[in-house]
């Protein structure tokens, strides 16, 4: 293999969303030489409609009934777009996969700012929800958020959600190397080690260049549903084996006439009320909620974001499904998933119903995001390392079924894990 001392790295990192700016971000501190490979781009952040076209994409998941998982294709990855819900990752289950994780969580919890929100920044339409529920005699308790209150000028700002891109800005202070529009094709091999990575370089939505970056350590972070098909173009045969999960969600909205509200910081709040059924506050923004409507086709809903109140359902369902050889995701939901779908309609329904809630309709279901593709202690061992030496697994597609929280925090702990894990070896 022809190689090149500028083109080497101690570590290439592929993806710059939460698990891979940790890493990139860990590894530059300690002076390593790191490559990032982003396959979006770099322009400003913010809530625009154009802003957020430019950088949304969709992941078909095979069920007729349940549309794509988003994602965003921009440097900070779906960290762009995300809710800011910060669970924390559950410790327990990770120590039995012989993942500890406690101490990446300390760390974490030091450097982010994790915040639960002070009633004064809820607004008017979480605080309808949030007495309806309560009266309705569920646990409706507020999430850990990663927002910096210091940035909410008392209310909602989408500069004060924390972004990836955070972490990222620092791994390139401390000297990282940050290629944006480019999309890994493979991974490079030799004899059983994974050696570098091949890319292509994309300008207007075309390949204008192939290169080779050759590192030590490889870690794909490309995201849950992204990682696994550059896993099995590189020659993995087993990918996606025991299928994956997609986590169906949909809104229910209703109109409370006389309501005066403003921005809301979404996802707030939200209760469990089965096993694998979860409720919460969906009262998004106003531009956030305006693209919602646009999408669901509810041209006359438009301009009543004031008016509007909405709970979110999700189903957290099990394992299933195929990666096709086409690369495309597959997966038909079970008639439990349906039930629990519809249960959770129900509930939500009940609670804007009693806030007052009239004219409600239920958006059509989407997928919140992949994941479980790869299973640690089969797919990749407790260092996150693939049968491969060298080539290293960090993001949603690692994060198993049984993992009931929102992922950005255990993805920012799964990164700072394996950022101590290869520092040894670098």
């Given at each position: 293999?022809d190689?090149?001392g500028?083109?080497?790295?101690?570590?290439?990192?592929?993806g710059?969303?939460?698990?891979?700016?940790?890493?990139?971000?860990?590894l530059?501190?300690?002076?390593?030489?790191v490559?990032?490979l982003?396959r979006?781009?770099?322009?400003p952040l913010?809530?625009g409609?154009?802003t957020?076209?430019s950088?949304?994409n969709?992941?078909s998941v095979?069920?007729k009934?349940v549309?794509g998982?988003p994602r965003?294709?921009?440097?900070?990855?779906?960290s762009a777009?995300?809710?800011?819900?910060?669970d924390q990752p559950?410790l327990?289950l990770?120590?039995?996969?012989?993942i500890d994780?406690?101490?990446?969580?300390e760390?974490?919890r030091r450097?982010?700012?994790l915040s639960?929100?002070?009633?004064e920044?809820?607004?008017?339409q979480?605080l309808r929800?949030?007495r309806?529920?309560?009266?309705?005699?569920?646990?409706?308790?507020k999430n850990?958020?990663?927002?910096?209150l210091?940035?909410?000028?008392g209310?909602y700002?989408y500069e004060?959600?924390?972004?990836?891109?955070?972490?990222?800005?620092?791994?390139?202070?401390?000297?990282?190397t940050l290629v944006?529009?480019a999309r890994?094709?493979k991974?490079?091999?030799?004899d059983?080690?994974?050696v570098g990575?091949?890319?292509?370089?994309?300008?207007?939505?075309k390949?204008v260049e192939?290169?080779?970056a050759?590192?030590?350590?490889i870690v794909l972070?490309a995201g849950?549903?992204?990682?696994?098909?550059i896993l099995?173009?590189s020659g993995?045969?087993?990918?996606?084996?025991?299928?994956?999960y997609c986590h169906?969600?949909f809104g229910?909205?209703?109109?409370v006439p006389g309501?005066?509200?403003?921005d809301?910081?979404i996802?707030?709040?939200g209760?469990?009320?089965?096993?694998?059924?979860g409720?919460?506050?969906?009262?998004?923004?106003?531009t956030?909620?305006?693209?919602m409507?646009l999408?669901h086709?509810r041209?006359?809903?438009l301009?009543?974001h004031?008016?509007s109140?909405g709970?979110g359902?999700?189903?957290k369902?099990g394992l299933?499904?195929?990666?096709?050889?086409?690369?495309?995701?597959?997966?038909q939901?079970?008639?439990?998933?349906?039930?629990k779908?519809?249960?959770?309609?129900?509930?939500?329904r009940e609670i804007?119903?009693?806030a007052?809630g009239?004219?409600?309709?239920?958006?059509?279901?989407?997928?919140?995001?992949?994941?479980?593709?790869?299973?640690?202690g089969?797919h990749?061992?407790?260092n996150?390392q693939t049968?491969?030496?060298n080539?290293?697994?960090c993001?949603?597609?690692?994060?198993p079924?049984?993992v009931?929280v929102a992922?950005?925090?255990?993805l920012?702990?799964?990164?700072?894990y394996?950022?101590?894990?290869?520092?040894p070896?670098?």
């Amino acid at each position: 293999m022809d190689r090149h001392g500028s083109n080497e790295f101690d570590a290439i990192v592929v993806g710059s969303g939460p698990s891979g700016a940790t890493i990139a971000r860990e590894l530059s501190k300690q002076k390593k030489k790191v490559l990032i490979l982003e396959r979006g781009g770099d322009a400003p952040l913010d809530e625009g409609f154009r802003t957020m076209a430019s950088i949304l994409n969709s992941v078909s998941v095979g069920d007729k009934q349940v549309s794509g998982a988003p994602r965003a294709f921009t440097t900070g990855g779906t960290s762009a777009v995300y809710f800011a819900v910060a669970d924390q990752p559950p410790l327990e289950l990770f120590r039995d996969l012989g993942i500890d994780l406690s101490a990446a969580l300390e760390d974490a919890r030091r450097e982010l700012p994790l915040s639960i929100l002070p009633d004064e920044l809820l607004g008017a339409q979480a605080l309808r929800v949030q007495r309806s529920a309560l009266e309705l005699g569920h646990r409706w308790k507020k999430n850990t958020m990663l927002i910096d209150l210091a940035k909410c000028n008392g209310g909602y700002t989408y500069e004060a959600k924390w972004n990836a891109r955070t972490y990222l800005r620092e791994a390139v202070v401390h000297g990282a190397t940050l290629v944006t529009r480019a999309r890994v094709a493979k991974v490079l091999l030799d004899d059983g080690r994974a050696v570098g990575v091949e890319y292509k370089l994309i300008e207007k939505k075309k390949e204008v260049e192939t290169r080779q970056a050759y590192g030590t350590k490889i870690v794909l972070a490309a995201g849950g549903a992204a990682s696994p098909i550059i896993l099995r173009n590189s020659g993995m045969k087993d990918v996606a084996s025991g299928g994956f999960y997609c986590h169906p969600t949909f809104g229910v909205y209703g109109i409370v006439p006389g309501l005066k509200a403003g921005d809301n910081f979404i996802a707030s709040m939200g209760a469990e009320v089965e096993d694998g059924v979860g409720v919460g506050d969906a009262n998004p923004a106003r531009t956030l909620y305006r693209m919602m409507m646009l999408g669901h086709r509810r041209w006359i809903r438009l301009f009543r974001h004031s008016q509007s109140i909405g709970v979110g359902v999700m189903v957290k369902e099990g394992l299933g499904g195929v990666l096709r050889d086409d690369n495309r995701y597959s997966k038909q939901l079970t008639a439990e998933d349906h039930a629990k779908l519809q249960k959770g309609n129900e509930m939500a329904r009940e609670i804007i119903r009693h806030a007052g809630g009239k004219h409600i309709y239920t958006s059509a279901a989407g997928a919140a995001h992949i994941g479980g593709v790869m299973k640690i202690g089969e797919h990749v061992d407790e260092n996150l390392q693939t049968e491969y030496e060298n080539l290293h697994v960090c993001d949603g597609s690692v994060i198993p079924d049984t993992v009931k929280v929102a992922p950005t925090l255990t993805l920012i702990c799964l990164g700072k894990y394996l950022a101590t894990r290869l520092m040894p070896a670098l």
